[in-house]
């Protein structure tokens, strides 16, 4: 049997060297006889089902369609049991037709609430999350358009208080991303084309939800680590996105008074048709290895994160935070 290291609360005496140096055999002692850590490297699941470490080497056209991804992302959740957080609430989530907006539409209906989903023109990802938001007893609207138009922004706004009667959370998650190599790459049309969409159509469903949301109501938005430390390859993106998390806060201010809640999310890797309709397919492979996890995250581990920001009863003293789900302890 190995030998008991001396307890650390046993008196020392001599000199102060010699009490450094006893305590620094003392730690020698304890390595000696410590288990051995497992080898490093593999991926960490603390989720409450496993989930998948390694990503196809696929390439999506874009915008990308979920329904399309040899690994279809996953959104269910069949662990979370939904507790009325959100109940009799409406709900509209741009981008609801795949990836994180999926996730997020079906964790509400779960919660209570009804959701009407924004999208681009993905109508079988949006069909198929209508679905499933109905299969959780709540009634889902599909509204098709583009939110860098101000005319649709506010038509889709006024869709949903028709059909539901209240508009009580607005998520903000419709993206656009491309990679590149040098900012002398990006065009004049791609810069239009990322901050309309990423920051403009942010604006502009606010701006159009604002006049019919009540005390008690908030707006989420997703952020993304690339706006908490950049991304040398998504220079527009990570602007845009940064722009994201100012607006958060400078909102939250503003509306504080009427008692509307504005938060974020800052996702980090998370497998959605986003980044196999962008990546190269190496890259792809390679993709959300580089957080502390080593792996990417799958939509359902980020929808609980939205739950709880909407949520009154959670989080009715929480406004003007980005809440990084990162997969990592720092930003990355």
Known sequence: ???????????????????????????????????????????????????????????????????????????????????????????????????????????????????????????????????????????????????????????????????????????????????????????????????QTNIGGYLRMARAALPHMQSGASIINTGSRTGLQGSKNLIDYSATKGAIHAFTKALALNVIDRGIRVNAVAPGPVWTPLNPADKKPADVRQFGKETDFKRVAQPEELSPAYVFLASPVCAGYITGIVLPVTGSVAAI
């Open 1 to 195: 049997m190995a030998k008991t290291p001396p307890s650390s609360s046993r008196k020392t005496t001599g000199s102060l060297p010699e009490r450094h140096r006893a305590a620094q055999r003392r730690q020698k002692s304890r390595e000696a006889q410590a288990p051995k850590a497992p080898a490093a490297g593999g991926a960490v699941q603390a989720s409450a089902r496993r989930q998948p470490e390694t990503l196809p080497g696929q390439q999506l056209a874009k915008p990308g369609r979920e329904k399309d991804m040899s690994l279809r992302p996953r959104f269910t959740a069949p662990g979370y049991v939904g507790s009325g957080k959100l109940a009799g609430m409406a709900a509209i989530v741009t981008g609801g037709d795949s990836g994180i907006g999926r996730a997020v539409a079906v964790l509400f209906a779960r919660e209570g609430a009804d959701v009407a989903i924004v999208y681009l023109s993905e109508t079988a990802d949006a069909e198929e999350t209508r679905a499933h938001v109905e299969a959780e007893g709540r009634r889902c609207l599909l509204i098709k358009g583009d939110v860098r138009k101000r005319a649709f922004c506010e038509k889709a706004v006024q869709q949903t208080v028709k059909a539901f009667g209240r508009l009580d959370i607005l998520v903000n998650n419709a993206a656009f991303q491309l990679h590149a190599d040098r900012l002398e790459d990006i065009d004049d049309e791609r810069i239009d084309l990322t901050l």
